[in-house]
Nanobody
Framework: QVQLVESGGGLVQAGGSLRLSCAAS????????MGWFRQAPGKEREFVAA????????YYAASVKGRFTISRDNAKSTVYLQMNSLKPEDTAVYSC???????????????????WGQGTQVTVPS
């Protein structure tokens, strides 16, 4: 089992940047593929980005590709989401999640992920 805690959210102007962190405790983080999801008010939770246990494979939602970068430091048990060129439509609660099993066809499905953090708010005013 792993416990996840996100940090780094806040209010940023359009075009700005934020870096979210997801700190893990419990089992070694390298045992898990990791994902970031977000949920805006009145909308369903959606996939943002994912990274394999070793960090060599990454996936991104089309809406963030080229602007967001997911990375991980297993020695620090932390996963990051660097968000650049932020837009008002990026406003949401961002949550990290851990998946003990993962494939190229399931990374975007929230049901793949067994453990979730509590989320951190990102607000980009229009």
């Amino acid at each position: 089992q792993v416990q996840l805690v996100e940090s780094g959210g806040g209010l940023v102007q359009a075009g700005g940047s934020l870096r979210l962190s997801c700190a893990a405790s419990g089992r070694p983080l390298s045992s898990y593929a990791m994902g970031w999801f977000r949920q805006a008010p009145g909308k369903e939770r959606e996939f943002v980005a994912a990274i394999s246990g070793g960090g060599r494979i990454t996936y991104y939602a089309a809406s963030v590709k080229g602007r967001f970068t997911i990375s991980r430091d297993n020695a620090k048990s932390t996963v990051y989401l660097q968000m650049n060129s932020l837009k008002p439509e990026d406003t949401a609660v961002y949550s990290c999640a851990a998946a003990p099993r993962w494939s190229g066809t399931t990374y975007y499905n929230e049901n793949t992920y067994a453990y979730w953090g509590q989320g951190t708010q990102v607000t980009v005013p229009s």
